[in-house]
């Protein structure tokens, strides 16, 4: 058995979120913890590697567009194929 010390405020915020769902705080906070541990991510990557590697992305990113975001209208996107 694992006993854990959590924050007040993260305490709060689970009681709230299992009784949204009609679940014991215990449940909800048992099935929140069985998530965590057997999925890990699509790829198998934790959320720090896929941050990390998200900022590597952003970092490396060129601008897209030189024009105003205003510019793309409707009528500049599909010309006539309304």
Known sequence: MI???IDP???KRLVEAARARGLEP???AQRILASAVTSPGQDGAS???????LKALA???TAVSNY???FFTREVIYGEHD
């Open 3 to 5: 006993q854990l010390d």
């Open 59 to 61: 970092e490396q990113a």
């Open 47 to 53: 959320a720090e590697d896929l941050l990390s590697g």
């Open 68 to 70: 105003p975001p205003d």
């Open 26 to 28: 215990s449940a909800y």
């Open 9 to 11: 405020e993260v305490e």
